[in-house]
């Protein structure tokens, strides 16, 4: 068997504050295949970013990883120095961030912003590397490319600018993307063609995908595998079908119950209870437990992963087993 694009094992990551110890990341353990888009689903807050974060080595103090492994193709990546990051970061493993100007400088042209981001990990000719980034421009679906690439940033729309940065990530073919919640800001035609043409990319050329959102709707048409996350945990985790047909943890099937479409009309919108669990000195104990309508004594300490059909994981002592069953 060849290794995974991704492996994660029980990753850490700690957040030191004057008021406790702030658990964002706290054991959090899987992989992603090559050509296999993996969804990373869960609240604001719920430990996500800081994941995808910590994968790439973008942890700032106060936060600090401090246990697990992180290994892209069979190579561990924690306490890499700076120098053997900048060679693998937007070659080997890029990031696509939610804002789009985290990635483009508003006072430097397309084409050096690409340009630079090629000759930065390949040794080539400056129109060679010109040439790369038409074509990526071309691959995301933006027409007049050399147009385009004379721009600034600021004169192209929402969308536009996203399409850019997506190329950007790209454009050197790596093993592994993050997107981190890449189409939240852009209106719902926009938003399918972007999925559409970053699922093509990823079959054709073999990129691992990790799609991080809090949208069930195109975790649903996008991806082939979810990890529910709460509380710095995955607490859930399988195929697409599994997870999202038949969720086992409460938290997963509250998320499910929230979405309006589910709703029978005119009746109450469904919501999750309370407010999610501070994570500063949480303890051990199931970060949902106060919120849980299945919540029992045992909730409060450790939760162990409990494998329910072949792929399909959940981090539940008292998980929903009918479909059918009512929430609390």
């Not at 094992?9 to 295949?33: I, Q, W, Y």
């Amino acid at each position: 068997m060849n290794a995974p694009a991704l492996q994660v094992d029980n990753l850490c990551t700690h957040f030191t504050t004057p008021r406790g110890v702030v658990r964002a990341v706290n054991g959090v353990s899987f992989s992603v295949g090559r050509g296999e888009i993996l969804g990373v689903v869960g609240e604001s807050g719920s430990g996500k970013s800081q994941t995808g974060y910590s994968i790439m080595g973008l942890i700032d103090a106060p936060g600090k990883i401090v246990g697990g492994s992180i290994r892209l193709a069979g190579e561990e990546l924690r306490g890499l120095s700076e120098a053997q990051w900048r060679r693998i970061r937007g070659n080997r493993i890029a990031m696509i961030f939610q804002d789009p100007m985290m990635t483009l400088n508003p006072v430097l042209r397309i084409d050096t912003q690409m340009v630079e981001a090629v000759l930065a990990h390949r040794k080539m000719s400056r129109r060679a590397a010109l040439d790369e980034a038409r074509a990526a421009l071309v691959q995301v679906g933006i027409p007049a490319p050399d147009e385009r690439l004379r721009a600034y940033p600021h004169q192209f729309s929402g969308g536009m600018r996203q399409r850019v940065a997506i190329a950007i990530a790209l454009i050197n073919r790596p093993d592994v993307v993050i997107a981190d919640e890449p189409t939240t800001a852009l209106d719902v035609t926009i938003q399918a063609q972007i999925l559409g043409e970053i699922q093509q990319l990823c079959r054709n050329r073999g990129t691992a995908l990790i799609w991080i959102t809090h949208d069930l709707s195109v975790v649903a048409g996008l991806v082939d595998r979810v990890c529910v996350m709460y509380g710095g945990r995955i607490v859930e985790q399988g195929s697409v079908d599994q997870v999202l047909d038949a969720p086992r943890h409460p938290y997963t099937r509250g998320l499910m119950d929230s979405i309006p479409s589910r709703n029978p009309k005119g009746a109450m919108l469904r919501q999750i209870p309370g407010a999610p669990l501070s994570l500063i000195n949480a303890g051990e104990g199931c970060a949902f437990r106060t919120r849980c309508g299945h919540a029992a004594p045992e909730c409060a300490h450790e939760i162990p992963e409990t494998a329910g059909e072949a792929g399909h994981t959940f981090r539940c002592i008292r998980p929903i087993v009918d479909a059918h069953e009512e929430m609390a």
